[in-house]
């Protein structure tokens, strides 16, 4: 199994330019969730879905969209990055509801808004 | 919201020796806690899952203990080696307001000398 795949693994943007940072999973979770990772900040939650159809703001949303149209697939959309949106995205998925669930993560998106 | 707490500095201990690493959260108590790990340019990575009722929990050379009054987990790794060098997150659920999704601490980052 591949588990959880992220791409692209670099990308530098422009101030103002769109793109969207892919996700999939192949263990058939119902819960996928994105964080994003900066010094001495952990792991903050940006969105997160409980399955194909459902998603919901986490705690740092703004500036970012997403959608879930299968359970596989859970892409993050920057309409217009800033720099403040530099950092390293991490994708996220799990079984089932309960946080007794381990999440398995990908290796990140490195992202570079100039 | 629900604040975690991890030692930001560096952990520098010999081979051999016991690492101890603490987590310490605000706010409400969570049914469970988890710790991962992480390498440089990787994701984390699941270690171990403690319950609110569980004092202790042990997984070959790592034990983690949970203490709810003192709203604390330490994270345990006996016998070191090298290549337990890396970042432990400490992981605890934001409750079904945000879909039980997890919250992270900082990290400590652990380096284990030869």
């Known amino acids: 199994n591949a588990g959880v795949t992220q791409t692209p693994k670099f990308q530098v943007l422009k101030t103002g330019q769109s793109m969207t940072l892919q996700c999939a999973q192949d263990m058939n979770h119902e819960y996928m969730s994105w964080y994003r990772q900066d010094p001495g900040m952990g792991l903050r939650l940006i969105h997160y879905?409980?399955?194909?159809?459902?998603?919901d703001q986490g705690e740092v949303p703004n500036g970012y969209n997403v959608s879930r149209s299968t359970t596989e697939d859970f892409p993050l959309r920057l309409l217009s990055a800033a720099p403040s949106q530099t950092s390293v995205y991490f994708c996220?998925?799990?079984?089932?509801?309960?946080?007794?669930?381990?999440?398995?993560f990908g290796d990140g998106t490195r992202l570079s808004i100039l | 919201s629900q604040k975690i707490e991890q030692n930001s500095e560096a952990l520098n201990i010999q081979e051999g020796k016991t690492a101890t690493l603490t987590c310490n959260y605000t706010?409400?108590?969570?049914?469970?806690l988890q710790w991962y790990r992480q390498d440089p340019g990787r994701g984390p990575v699941f270690l171990l899952l403690i319950r609110e009722n569980e004092k202790e929990k042990r997984k070959e050379r790592l034990k983690v203990t949970f203490d709810t009054t003192l709203k604390q987990s330490l994270f345990h790794i006996t016998a070191s080696q090298p290549a337990d060098s890396a970042t432990y997150l400490c992981?605890?659920?934001?409750?079904?307001?945000?879909?039980?999704?997890?919250?992270f601490g900082g990290g400590t980052r652990l380096m284990v000398k030869p």
């Open positions: 992981a605890l659920d934001m409750g079904p307001g945000a879909g039980n999704m997890l919250t």
């Open positions: 879905s409980v399955g194909a159809g459902i998603t």
């Open positions: 706010n409400y108590s969570p049914a469970y």
């Open positions: 996220a998925s799990r079984q089932g509801a309960g946080s007794n669930q381990p999440q398995h």
